[in-house]
């Protein structure tokens, strides 16, 4: 059966991601500036009077992800699924940069969120004293898939290749497949990640796949 799919962008905690200064706690009343001074071209801004924003504000923003996401294929297969973190910067020209992903789930999710805010359109860029400045934002994306068993077969019959780790050794599918069965319960799937050969051990090479991922298992 195949297994049901969200993508989905969480508003309640994108509207308070932009980056927040820590609240000071002296019990001191701050001096009053009545106009800031120009901030220096690179520096990032964490908390500004006008902020920046996707053009049609945070509902089109939702709906942006939501129609360019794509659950990536390994991830579906094997049921990985979480809550992406991402941190980025919004440019005094309004383009992202500087995407980086706070957190891993692994199995090309981190990718795909990544590739999909470097396309994002410009946004209106944010205003410190009437003048644009380099915003950060946090923007958490979740993935969700309907978790199940995964087959062994239909594993091998992927364009991926798998290798898995099971009580910190690595196995080849076969050799799992001896160990934990013809299929495998999604839960039981710690994370997956790209695998990269040395070379050192042909027993891992597959130089008819697409990819090679590194299933590593719950002890």
């Known amino acids: 059966m195949k297994r049901l799919i969200a993508l989905s962008i969480l508003l309640s905690a994108f509207s308070v991601a ?4 820590t609240p000071d706690t002296t019990g001191k009343t701050p ?3 009545k106009e800031l001074p120009p901030a220096p071209p690179n520096r990032i801004i964490k908390e500004v009077d006008n902020p920046p924003e996707y053009p049609g504000g945070t509902e089109a923003f939702s709906k942006y992800i939501s129609k360019n996401l794509k659950y990536p294929e390994v991830a579906r297969m094997i049921g990985i699924e979480g809550k992406l973190i991402l941190s980025f910067v919004v440019g005094r020209d309004g383009k992202i940069t500087d995407i980086t992903p706070v957190n891993c789930i692994g199995a ?23 003048r644009p ?5 946090y923007v958490p994306i979740g993935f969700s898939v309907e978790k199940g068993k995964v087959s062994m077969k239909e594993l091998r019959a992927s364009n991926y290749g798998f290798v898995f780790n099971i009580k910190d050794k690595l196995y080849t599918l076969d050799e799992a497949q001896e160990i934990i069965g ?3 319960r999604s839960e039981d799937v710690k994370i997956a990640e790209p695998f990269y050969n040395d070379g050192d051990n ?3 090479a597959m130089p008819d796949k697409k990819e090679v991922y590194l299933v590593v298992m719950k002890n």
């Open 18 to 21: 932009i980056a927040q200064t």
């Open 31 to 33: 001096p009053i500036v």
């Open 108 to 130: 090309g999710c981190e990718a795909e969120a990544v590739k999909v805010l470097q396309e994002s359109p410009n946004w209106k860029p944010g205003f410190q004293s009437g």
């Open 133 to 137: 400045v380099r915003v950060q934002y």
């Open 182 to 184: 013809r299929s495998f």
């Open 202 to 204: 042909p027993r891992y």
